[in-house]
């Protein structure tokens, strides 16, 4: 099975923050895979900008090695390289005064025609100033669309004040907010899963459901960015949006259709939903970690606050919390979230927990039943399990086990699997705003995040350590354990 490429229009996309690390990784590298699959138009282009004084052809250098780094050989042999640098170009910018912007615009009029789009890979301080300035310059009008990157704030009046800078500007209808977990193929699975199959969607309620579970491990530490991430944490960078977005996937009523606001509609009203978590029950409903020195991949690693220079943070590199969402069809459905730096491996999963059988015809020598579960697996191995009881083979009595049908997507479909950028900047320039987070939601997500942070930042005990390597404080299985559930690696 091949993937189909849908061509866009031409475009022109200015990158802010160009010499950045999410450039470089991330969007230099998914552009030109886009590039490769034919995709690109001819007259599209794409400006660098950044403060950094640089000549396109140093821009273009810059832009090659990125490749070097982030294509792998295979897919760099060819005469693409050279088309894809030949669409870059580039304007030194201070975003925060107004050095630059005459040029830029006399470089964005020498394009061709097309979309415009800029592209915020900066500081969330400097949305505001680079908004006003495209406004200022005249760069904003014309349909351009605006893209800006997490995090949308650190707590609700900051992100306020951030959707107000931007919304000065650019109407609602062309800011793009990437959470780049809805670009990723198995989240988009996740509708695929509910809406297109007749199978699920009878039993997705809690009649049927006994739990849901949402684990997002990484098996890195926070290395070279601990400067930031001690100003966020593992509640702010993980759960506020990416673990949020993947809980109203699961959670939403079947929009009416994919139009954007039909399913953003959806998805923020489970973020209402959401039962509040204060210093009432945050005890009892939350656990924050913190890694200490061991050992990940094998070899020895040290701990947060060795990586971080500083033995006085509390910020927390993991969280569990057991989350519940109000309305009929899921009341008394927990939802256990848990996410973490240096955990024992790398996997984010999503497992629908059914409830047991209701009654046994088997005798007790059939051995456990075990409840179904469908396993949605994100990353890595991406696939879908659905959990069965079947009878063991072979003549004799039945004796029963717990077995998956297991769907490799990398077996059953022999494709590349796109980085979420890919399809993301191209959504952009599509003008489809699905996969974005609309500014209320957002502002909903910190509603429900910003009250925790409160409640913790009042108790008297720091995050609890845990050994880089394991998953996370044992505090994090009590709280599971407590309602006679356990995490469960695989759905198994
Ligand atoms: C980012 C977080 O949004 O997502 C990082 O800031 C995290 O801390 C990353 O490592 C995880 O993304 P992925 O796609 O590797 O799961």
Not at 371 to 398: A, F, T
Not at 479 to 487: F, N, P, Q
Request: with cysteine.
């Amino acid at each position: 099975m091949t993937s189909r490429v849908i061509p866009v229009a031409p475009f022109v996309l200015t990158v802010f923050g160009a010499t950045g690390d999410l450039a470089r990784r991330k969007l230099i590298p998914a552009l030109f895979h886009r590039d490769l699959a034919g995709q690109l138009p001819a007259e599209a282009s794409i400006v660098g900008v950044s403060r950094r004084v640089f000549t396109d052809d140093e821009f273009r250098a810059f832009a090659r090695q990125a490749l070097v780094d982030h294509v792998p050989a295979s897919e760099m042999q060819g005469p693409e390289i050279d088309r894809f640098l030949a669409r870059l170009h580039y304007v030194p910018v201070e975003a925060e005064a107004e050095q630059g912007w005459l040029e830029l615009a006399g470089m964005l009029s020498q394009q061709a025609e097309g979309i415009r789009v800029f592209y915020l890979a900066t500081a969330p301080q400097l949305f505001g100033p680079i908004c006003e300035r495209l406004g200022k310059y005249g760069l904003s009008e014309n349909g351009a669309r605006v893209v800006i990157e997490k995090p949308i704030g650190k707590d609700l009046a900051s992100a306020l004040k951030l959707n107000q800078q931007v919304g000065r500007i650019f109407p609602e209808d062309r800011v793009y907010r990437i959470d780049h977990y809805l670009g990723k193929e198995t989240v988009q699975n996740l509708m695929a899963l509910r809406f297109a199959n007749a199978l699920f969607e009878p039993l997705w309620n809690n009649a049927h459901i006994d739990h849901v579970q949402i684990t997002v491990a990484e098996s890195l530490g926070v290395e070279e960015r601990a400067g930031y991430y001690d100003t966020a944490g593992a509640l702010r960078d993980m759960v506020q949006n990416h673990i949020l977005q993947l809980l109203c996937l699961v959670a939403m009523e079947p929009p009416s259709s994919l139009d954007a606001d039909a399913v953003r509609d959806e998805k923020l009203k489970v973020l209402r939903a959401l039962k509040p978590v204060d210093e009432h029950n945050v005890a009892a409903v939350t656990v924050r970690g913190q890694y200490r020195a061991g050992a990940s991949a094998g070899g020895a690693v040290p701990g947060y606050l060795e990586e971080l220079g500083s033995n006085r943070s509390q910020t927390e590199t993991f969280v569990a919390v057991k989350a519940e969402v109000e309305n009929w069809r899921w009341a008394g459905v927990p939802f256990y979230l848990r996410t973490g730096k240096r955990l024992a491996s790398r996997v984010s999963e999503i497992v629908v927990a059914f409830r047991p059988v209701p009654h046994s015809v088997f005798g007790e020598s059939v051995g456990p039943i075990d409840p179904n579960r469908l396993v949605i697996r994100l990353q890595p191995d991406e696939g879908v399990k659905l959990w069965l009881m079947i009878k063991d083979p072979g003549p004799g009595g039945i004796r029963l086990s717990h077995v998956p049908l297991d769907m490799s997507f990398a077996k059953a479909f022999k494709v590349r699997n796109p980085d979420a950028y890919e399809r993301l900047i191209l959504d952009v320039v599509r003008g489809n705003q699905t996969l974005f987070m609309r500014r209320d939601e957002v502002e909903a997500a910190w509603r429900w995040v910003d009250p925790i942070l409160d409640a913790w930042r009042n108790e008297k005990d720091p995050p609890r350590p845990y050994t880089a390597g394991t998953w996370g404080p044992s505090a994090s299985i009590a709280l599971i354990e407590r309602d006679g559930r356990t995490w469960l690696e695989d759905g198994a």
